[in-house]
C-alpha cells in the first residue's frame, strides 16, 4: 500500500511539474528543464530517506563507529568473542556493545526465529538489494546461525567484549570462521560488522 502511495506522489509530482512548464507565457524549453530536474530531486530524496534513515540509526548504534574503535575477534573454547577498544570514548563504546544482546534478543525472539520487522523492513529491503550475490548468500547463513547462539557483553580494558555462545558447542569453529569473513566482507563495502545483530543487513 505505501509503495502504491508513494508511486502516485512521484507521479503526481512530475505532473504537476509537466503542467506548469506548459503555462503560456513563459520560457518553455528552460523552464520545463528546470521543473523537470526540480522533481526529479524531489522524488529522488523521497526514494533516499528510509535508507537513509536507517543507515544513521545504524550508526548511532554500531560499536566502530566511535572514533578510535578497532575490532578483533577471538576464538574461545566454547565461544567466540569480539573485542572492541578504543582511543576515544570508552564508555560510549561500552554502552553500545551493552546494548546490542538485546538487539540481538529482539531480533530473533524466545523461539530463535526472526521477527518481522527486524532487518526485513523497507530500509533493510533495500540494503539486501544492494548487496552482492555473495554478500546475501553469507547473509542468510549468518542470520541462520545467529538465531541459536547467545549474546553476553562485558567491560574489558580501554573497550568491551561481546562474547556469542552458540547452543551447539561444535558450531564454534563455524561461527568463527563465518565472523571473520561476515567481517571482513562488511568493512570492505562500508557498512557496519554488528549489523546482524541490530537488525541490519
Known amino acids: 500500500m505505501k509503495k502504491h502511495m508513494f508511486s502516485g506522489v512521484c507521479s503526481i509530482l512530475l505532473l504537476i511539474s509537466l503542467s506548469a ?11 520545463m528543464s528546470t521543473q523537470t530536474q526540480q522533481a526529479q530531486t524531489e522524488v529522488q530524496n523521497a526514494e533516499a ?13 554500531c560499536p566502530m563507529q566511535v572514533e578510535g574503535t578497532t575490532r578483533e575477534i577471538v576464538r574461545l573454547d566454547n565461544a567466540v568473542a569480539m573485542d572492541f577498544t578504543t582511543t576515544g570514548d570508552v564508555e560510549e563504546l561500552r554502552a553500545r556493545v551493552e546494548r546490542m544482546p538485546e538487539h540481538h534478543a529482539k531480533m530473533h525472539g524466545e523461539g530463535g526465529q526472526m521477527h518481522q520487522g527486524h532487518g ?4 533493510g529491503q533495500m540494503h539486501h538489494e544492494q548487496m552482492s550475490e555473495e554478500h546475501r548468500q553469507m547473509r ?3 542470520m541462520e546461525m545467529m538465531a541459536g547462539v547467545t549474546l553476553n557483553s562485558e567491560p574489558i580494558e580501554d573497550g568491551a567484549r561481546l562474547t556469542f555462545t552458540p547452543a551447539d558447542a561444535s558450531q564454534v569453529d563455524a561461527l568463527y570462521q563465518m565472523m571473520q569473513n561476515h567481517a571482513r566482507m562488511m568493512q570492505q ?13
Open 140 to 142: 542468510g547463513e549468518m
Open 189 to 201: 563495502e562500508g557498512q557496519c560488522p554488528m549489523m546482524p545483530m541490530m537488525g541490519g543487513a
Open 49 to 61: 530517506s528510509p535508507q537513509e534513515g536507517m543507515e544513521n540509526r545504524m550508526e548511532q548504534m
Open 21 to 31: 512548464c506548459s503555462t503560456p507565457g513563459t520560457s518553455g524549453s528552460e523552464e
Open 120 to 123: 526485513h523492513g523497507e530500509g
